[in-house]
């Protein structure tokens, strides 16, 4: 067997790991990538970039659809030619994918070792079965993947992951999804607008990543307006069967009206949370401390596990599953490894997250459930609201559905988070994130310059709203008339 020493071993050749290697590589030349499936980024292969480009698709189409209500007729039919549609997606995916290609291309193969790799000890990696590797400082970066129950299994070709859809060739007649959270509505809602019918199933209620009780029930009732969604679903039964269009999955639910409904799709699309790839390291084979899930715990400013010679960065860790902060938590992870022993804490951003559904839904900061379980006893913070169904720029684009909730620290007046559903909140989600980054108070966010009349001024009426609820400023004026008309 083929022995390897190294100052550090990176596993996994995603978002993190090529972060980490780069990160380590500034401090030291003796660096080692294991990978033991493809290079490359979930983001780019089957996660944010192919979604986007399918959304956008569907977009295209809505707006097509609705815009008889400005007056615009178009002539004839609307097609939509789902084999166009896939080769699009596929076509901008691949290009995505190759420009991580090409990054990874210019890693020296010395730096790269193929295989799986498992935990000897602290600090010895098997790598398939052809190499083991010493490493002075590891970095775990192997990722996540979708997670579903095991029963499922029987549904065979008919039961997919959204890795699956960006493989058709052509849209399907009809898909169940379960899971409406960030994948499954962005999907199930992209899919329905393009024609597909589309059911979404969920249990206990959760729609999206929503905190905020007021938030999360204006969101499920905004979508069950437009496609079929049942957040706390009771199904009877669900199995293969054969008919005229070949192998489908009949689904047997109480529907909202408490009968029992019966869906025959093509596929289902298991959207019910991902697992990271932990799993299969042998962690037990070491010292690292895990927590309830399996997972290891890491401090998250300096990525270090219970094991102060092992790094933990991106989806296989115990903290939030997105690209940027896999990338974040990636230069820690790598330049703590490659620094070793000096230990330094990294730049830990302000949480932002958001859904590319139709409103968008975003959340920024401290969450109304961490609020309210870090203050709540003490009623120490305040919330303002707005409502966009009849904010002014928002009703000119006929994009007039959501709402935005605002939290404020009693006594201090310090931004603390948000959540929302709105026309442009991927928007709005940046400009409060930067506010609350800067520890903003609503106050000075106020003082801030806002143009009229963009959407924008929603979230000036709602941080009016809290400032007033604060009483650090005048209660909320009806028709403001500094504001402009429609604010």
């Known amino acids: 067997m083929k022995q390897v020493n190294v100052d550090v071993a990176v596993i996994g050749g995603g978002t993190a790991g090529l972060g980490a290697y780069r990160a380590a590589k500034a401090h030291t030349d003796s660096v080692v990538m294991i990978e033991g499936s493809v290079y490359g980024t979930t983001c780019a292969r089957v996660g944010c970039m192919p979604s ?32 166009e549609v896939m080769d699009r997606v596929k076509r901008e995916r691949d290009r ?45 970066a192997t990722g996540s993947r979708p997670a579903y129950p095991a029963a499922w299994n029987e549904l065979g070709e008919r ?63 905004t979508f069950q307006e437009e496609f079929y969604l049942d957040a706390n679903v009771q199904i009877e039964s669900m199995k293969q069967v054969s008919g005229p269009n070949g192998e489908q999955v009949e689904i047997q639910f109480i529907n909202h009206q408490g009968k029992l409904e019966v869906f025959v799709v093509d596929y289902v699309l298991a959207a019910t949370g991902r697992r990271p790839n932990t799993d299969k390291l042998t962690i037990e084979n070491t010292s690292i401390k895990l927590d ?15 094991v102060e010679s092992v790094f ?37 951003r302000s949480t932002i997250s958001a859904v590319f559904s139709d409103p968008q839904i975003a959340m920024v900061g401290e969450s109304y459930r961490q609020l309210t379980e ?41 931004f603390l988070g948000a959540e929302m559903m709105g026309p442009n909140a991927e928007h709005l989600a940046h400009l409060l994130a930067w506010a609350h980054q800067n520890k903003m108070t609503i106050t000075e966010m106020l003082d801030m310059p806002f143009y009229h009349p963009v959407i924008e001024e929603g979230v000036r009426t709602a941080l009016r709203d809290v400032n007033a609820k604060l009483h650090l400023g005048p209660e909320m004026i009806k028709h403001c008339l500094d504001c402009g008309p429609g604010c």
């Open 312 to 348: 933990i960065a991106g989806d296989a860790s115990n903290q939030i599953p997105l690209l940027h902060e896999a990338a974040d938590q990636s230069k820690i992870a790598g330049d703590n490894a490659g620094r070793f022993p000096d230990i330094r804490a990294g730049l830990r």
């Open 52 to 83: 986007k480009l399918l959304i956008a698709a569907a977009e295209s189409a809505h707006q097509i659809e609705k815009s008889h209500a400005f007056g615009v007729h178009p002539q004839g039919e609307t097609k939509i030619n789902g084999r």
């Open 96 to 140: 995505f994918v190759g420009f991580v290609l090409e990054s990874v291309d210019e890693i020296p193969a010395k730096d790269k070792l193929a295989g799986f790799a498992q935990f000897v000890d602290n600090t010895t990696l098997l790598v398939g079965d052809h190499t083991q590797v010493k490493a002075k400082r590891i970095v775990i």
């Open 374 to 414: 870090r203050l709540g006893a003490c009623d120490c913070f305040a919330t303002g609201e707005v409502s966009f169904e009849n904010q002014g720029r928002s009703r000119v684009m006929l994009r007039n559905k959501g709402v935005l909730h605002v939290y404020a620290e009693q006594g201090t007046g310090r």
């Open 292 to 306: 309830e899930k399996g997972v290891p715990i890491a401090d998250p400013y300096t990525m270090q596990t219970s």
């Open 159 to 221: 039961l997919i992951i959204n890795d699956d859809v960006f493989e058709w060739d052509d849209l399907p007649r009809s898909v169940a999804v379960f899971g409406p959270g960030v994948i499954g509505l962005e999907l199930g809602q992209a899919l329905h607008r393009l024609g597909v019918d589309v059911k979404v199933f969920g249990l206990g209620g959760q729609v999206g990543p929503l905190t905020d009780p007021e938030v999360m029930q204006y969101a499920n009732k």
